[in-house]
């Protein structure tokens, strides 16, 4: 009466990739009729743990055959790192749900930059004139964007971070409005209209506009269980356009993702491909004058990890991490490591995988760069850092993106289909197309 009635069994075997299904107070009888064919076999059991159905104490001396709890659980998640055919369909297709949702937000900040967004102070709002102005009508889109095509759940709590609040990594709050500016009067002098807040100027009457600030939306959702996970980071006020700042900090972000992913072929350690961010970052900080020093010695004393903390990116399928205990593994046991990972431990402290890669594997490969003053405290004092030019750049926040690729058995294929080249952003983002 409460809760719609579960399905039946020939429903649920059509459901389910199971070669029988049946009630669960028939397990034991089903169990015993399978074990007396093979009755000195040893019995795999999931541990005793609170994710898993406990089993009776009794439960080997029924059969007369051993149990353990010492593998089953390893093998499961060690077969979860290779994905089947069936499985990469279900992820792209999570992928390209997500894709277009991200794409949505891009082109309703669009459409409000450009000022097809006609205010309504009373009244139902309909769906074509709502505006994102705060970081939970972000996440109300999105989610509604995945919906309407079927995805009926999101594979992790959207992080939807405007401005500075885009340093915290794992920003769920999605609760603050985004940063006003001044008002101004309505003039267009260039074809590119300010965002404002929908309160349309007549006659002379001003405008409400944005202060330039970045949206990072790390968001995306599952499709028939399997994960999607995604960020896009765009501009907001100044005319849908990224600031100079913000403009290079995310022009070395994508040059880190984008030579990553031309680095991804079988073989290759996830380390090595990390460190290679590390790299770059360096480098282009001290072209911008952010570092000063020596590249080496820069990349040596371990400062970027202020800069760039996390991973690289994680294995994704049934779960957004898919699955930590096996795509990293302890490190006292990983004979994988390369040694080089051995001189600068700060940077793979956060790895979600340490392994090399295989075909069928599927991951995330999402660097970031972000300005967190509880991060940028401890190395305030760094004799490699020109704290006078990092100053210009704190106030962009972070700048994240990521996309799911696919280790094929030549490289990879890239499953998330939004764009993110810095022309495509800003031309959606100012409702130029």
Known sequence: MWSPPPPTLQAATDMLDAHSVKYTDDFLSTLTTIVAQCPDALIHTLPAIPQFPS???????????STTSAYLLSALHLARLIKTPHEIELIRKANAISSRAHEVIMRVLGKDAKGLILGQEEGVVMPDQWRIEKEASAEAIFVASCRREGANHQAYLPICA???????????????EFAWGPFIPQHDTDGDLPHTNGTNGVNGVSKKTFIPQVLLLDAGCEWNNYASDITRTTPIGNGGKFTKEAREIYSLVLKMQNDSIDALQPGVHWDTIHLGCHKTLVKRFLELGIFKGNEDEVLRSGVSAAFFPHGLGHSLGLDVHDVPSASKPDEKFNMTIPEESRQNP??????????PLEAGMVLTVEPGVYFSPHLLAPVRSSP????????????????RIEDVLLITENGSENLTTVGKDVDWIEKVCSGRV
Do not use: M, P, W
Not at 385 to 399: C, D, F, H, R, T
């Open 162 to 176: 405007s401005a500075q609040r885009a340093s915290t990594l794992h920003y769920c709050c999605n609760d603050r």
């Open 346 to 355: 700060e940077f793979y402290r956060y790895l979600r995988l340490r392994l």
């Open 55 to 65: 089993l009776s104490k009794n439960f080997a001396s029924n059969f007369g055959g």
């Open 384 to 399: 490699y850092i020109n704290q006078e030019v990092l100053a210009k750049y704190e106030s962009v926040g972070g700048v």
